[in-house]
């Protein structure tokens, strides 16, 4: 197994949130997610609580199509999302999982399963289904890149990251898989190429606030916390500045402790 970032948490990280923006979704596992998700944009996390209380409200409405027509693969699909959205994970596994079974060989339906698979925390499964979900023929770099963080998530870097360089030959410098690729060397203690490649992330799109913090975070572990919070603190009014960097140091601080013991 590949030797790990000495954080005081496990592998789950963007690797997760950035297969939130590719294919997978949120993770149930704590990990780098949790902390670098607090040094995303105010706008973003609102931007996730509207979309979880719209789920919540077209839930009913989904919930009555699905046992209407529990076999209509599009309709498991949408109600597997909503659960996902809502936190219902082990829910939307047992929906999507039958409507594979009656539809084995649906690649949309497939896809939505992996991505169920990997909130619920079953990376391997996930791994799995996600790799049925396309064809050698015609492979689809998001779930290409899902693929590679599930197998980050297994401590299998290495072989994570052949799936992201798979991903960046259909989509190069596609900022989401460099984000992936990035975390993945974190997770190897490699920093300086962390760097290098979450440095071209946040180049092609320093709009993204996610990508800005994990950036700030690997500049962070190398003692440039001066870099990092300029980073961190961009387009954010005062308070919040505050509250992100205390967010970066108190990781920072956790990290050096590990390394002290």
Request: contains cysteine; charged residues 25%; positive net charge.
């Given at each position: 197994?590949?030797k790990?970032?000495?954080?005081?948490?496990?592998?789950?990280?963007y690797?997760?949130?950035?297969?939130?923006?590719?294919?997978?979704?949120?993770?149930?596992?704590a990990?780098?997610?949790?902390?670098?998700?607090?040094?995303?944009?105010?706008?973003?996390?609102?931007?996730?609580v509207?979309?979880?209380?719209?789920?919540?409200?077209?839930?009913?409405?989904?919930?009555?199509?699905?046992?209407?027509r529990?076999?209509?693969?599009a309709v498991?699909?949408?109600y597997?999302?909503?659960?996902?959205?809502?936190?219902?994970?082990?829910?939307?596994?047992?929906v999507?999982?039958?409507?594979?079974?009656?539809?084995?060989?649906?690649?949309?339906l497939?896809?939505?399963?992996?991505?169920?698979?990997?909130?619920?925390?079953?990376?391997q499964?996930?791994?799995?289904?996600?790799?049925?979900?396309?064809?050698?023929?015609?492979?689809d770099?998001?779930?290409l890149?899902?693929?590679?963080?599930?197998?980050?998530?297994?401590?299998?870097?290495?072989?994570?990251?052949?799936?992201?360089?798979a991903a960046l030959?259909?989509?190069?410098?596609e900022?989401?898989v460099?984000?992936?690729?990035?975390?993945s060397y974190?997770?190897?203690?490699?920093?300086?190429?962390?760097?290098?490649?979450?440095?071209?992330?946040?180049?092609?799109?320093?709009?993204?606030?996610?990508?800005?913090?994990?950036?700030?975070?690997?500049?962070?572990?190398?003692?440039?916390?001066?870099?990092?919070?300029?980073?961190?603190?961009?387009?954010?009014?005062?308070?919040?500045?505050a509250?992100?960097v205390?967010?970066?140091?108190?990781?920072?601080?956790?990290?050096?402790q590990?390394?002290?013991?």
């Amino acid at each position: 197994m590949s030797k790990r970032l000495s954080l005081a948490f496990p592998p789950a990280g963007y690797l997760c949130s950035a297969v939130l923006i590719l294919a997978l979704g949120g993770c149930q596992t704590a990990g780098i997610e949790d902390v670098t998700g607090a040094l995303g944009s105010k706008r973003e996390a609102a931007t996730r609580v509207d979309a979880k209380a719209e789920a919540r409200s077209n839930m009913d409405a989904l919930r009555e199509r699905y046992r209407a027509r529990p076999s209509d693969p599009a309709v498991a699909i949408e109600y597997g999302k909503a659960l996902r959205e809502t936190g219902q994970r082990a829910q939307a596994v047992a929906v999507l999982e039958q409507a594979v079974l009656a539809h084995p060989s649906n690649k949309a339906l497939l896809a939505g399963y992996g991505r169920a698979l990997a909130d619920n925390g079953n990376f391997q499964q996930a791994f799995d289904v996600l790799g049925r979900a396309h064809s050698p023929n015609d492979p689809d770099w998001r779930i290409l890149s899902a693929q590679g963080a599930a197998l980050d998530q297994l401590g299998r870097n290495e072989e994570a990251q052949q799936y992201y360089a798979a991903a960046l030959k259909i989509v190069p410098d596609e900022p989401a898989v460099l984000s992936n690729l990035g975390l993945s060397y974190m997770l190897q203690n490699n920093l300086s190429k962390a760097e290098q490649v979450l440095g071209r992330a946040h180049q092609r799109n320093q709009n993204d606030a996610r990508v800005r913090a994990n950036f700030a975070l690997v500049l962070g572990l190398q003692g440039r916390e001066a870099e990092a919070e300029i980073l961190v603190k961009a387009d954010l009014p005062p308070d919040q500045a505050a509250a992100k960097v205390a967010a970066l140091r108190q990781l920072l601080a956790k990290k050096q402790q590990r390394a002290d013991r």
